[in-house]
């Protein structure tokens, strides 16, 4: 019975999570509200907040969620590839993927970057980090390819700035004119440009 009950209190949590990230996604940091996460579960605020105390407890939380369920695997999977082009490649996609398989998610974080890039408070901080871990990522991954793949002229720490900002950039402009166009579409002509400017291979190389 013990079990039971520990199970559903873990899909609450899960639930109430979810619920978090879409209502992020859809109004942002400022304006979640803990009594709409818990009408979208069908659940009273007590359990909300028998699990969270406020609202920044939750937010961190649901960032946490998609930082270790959603972003680190993709980084992991890049990880396995060597060849430098093709990682960054895998890299892109696999960001591209995440936004077409849980746009909750892209929405979540390109919302969270618009308020909370000057905060310093702990929940502005692990966004940061996130963002830090990508750059750091890309960055190594210029710096460490044989002399020659990576484009004479590329820098690589403003390199990888700009690469990660042109994915946020992507999840940004997608959020503001989604009726107008996907992340799918822009990724399909974002990503050869910029492999192709910062290398001097092809992506099929």
């Keep these: 019975m013990a079990r039971t009950?520990?199970?559903?209190s873990r899909q609450v949590r899960d639930a109430i999570i979810t619920a978090t990230v879409r209502e992020i996604a859809r109004c942002g940091f400022q304006g979640l509200r803990i009594p709409e996460v818990a009408k979208a579960i069908g659940k009273t605020q007590g359990a909300?907040?028998?699990?969270?105390?406020?609202?920044?407890?939750?937010?961190?939380?649901?960032?946490?969620?998609?930082?270790?369920k959603k972003f680190l695997p993709l980084i992991e999977s890049a990880a396995s590839v060597k060849d430098p082009v093709k990682?960054?490649?895998?890299?892109?996609?696999?960001?591209?993927?995440?936004?077409?398989?849980?746009?909750?998610?892209?929405?979540?974080?390109?919302?969270?970057?618009?308020?909370?890039a000057e905060d310093k408070g702990p929940l502005g901080e692990e966004v940061r980090a996130m963002f830090d871990v990508f750059m750091n990522i890309v960055e190594a991954i210029l710096s460490g390819s044989a002399p020659g793949v990576v484009r004479s002229t590329v820098e690589p720490s403003s390199a990888a700035m700009a690469f990660v900002g042109a994915?946020?950039?992507v999840a940004l402009i997608t959020a503001l004119y989604a009726e107008r166009t996907?992340?799918?579409?822009?990724e399909e002509h974002l990503r050869p440009i910029l492999l192709q400017g910062l290398f001097n291979v092809s992506e099929a190389r």
């Design 5 to 8: 009950t520990r199970e559903e």
């Design 48 to 68: 909300v907040y028998g699990r969270f105390p406020d609202k920044e407890a939750l937010a961190m939380e649901a960032l946490k969620y998609i930082r270790d």
């Design 87 to 116: 990682r960054v490649a895998r890299l892109s996609e696999g960001v591209a993927k995440l936004a077409r398989d849980y746009p909750d998610a892209q929405l979540m974080l390109a919302r969270l970057v618009a308020e909370l």
């Design 167 to 169: 994915k946020l950039g």
């Design 182 to 186: 996907s992340y799918a579409k822009i």
